[in-house]
């Protein structure tokens, strides 16, 4: 019932930027709080950004903070993750996960919903 598709992922150059979607359905949006995870191979799924689409409360990773932006829309059930001056580094597969609730940290652990994933490959 709860549905999570994420879209936008792709192949970029270093210091490119690239949008990710993720679009919800099955449950109330309003309330629950969505998140952005990565995963590279051998690695464990660490949190990339968060967001509480109630009140807009957001987190982000250390390593993202400055050149990544996440913003809920909420008339169309859709989080967006806009990445900027993106990195070798920053390649990995992302998955959106949603939770009811909102967890300050943004452990992936924490959500219990998930979206299939959607790769992401910045070259050097």
């Known amino acids: 019932e709860v549905q999570l598709v994420e879209s936008g992922g792709g192949l970029v150059q270093a210091g490119g930027s690239l949008r990710l979607s993720c679009a919800a359905s099955g449950f109330t949006f309003d309330d629950y709080a969505i998140g952005w995870f990565r995963q590279a191979p051998g690695k464990e799924r660490e949190g990339v950004s968060c967001?509480?689409?109630?009140?807009?409360?957001?987190y982000y990773a250390g390593s993202v903070k400055g050149r990544f932006t996440i913003s809920s829309d909420n008339a169309k059930n859709t989080v967006y993750l806009q990445m900027n001056s993106l990195k070798p580094e920053d390649t990995a597969v992302y998955y959106c996960a949603a939770d009811m609730n909102y967890y300050s940290d943004c452990g992936a652990y924490e959500y219990d919903y998930w979206g299939q994933g959607t790769q992401v490959t910045v070259s050097s």
């Open positions: 967001i509480s689409s109630s009140d807009g409360s957001t």
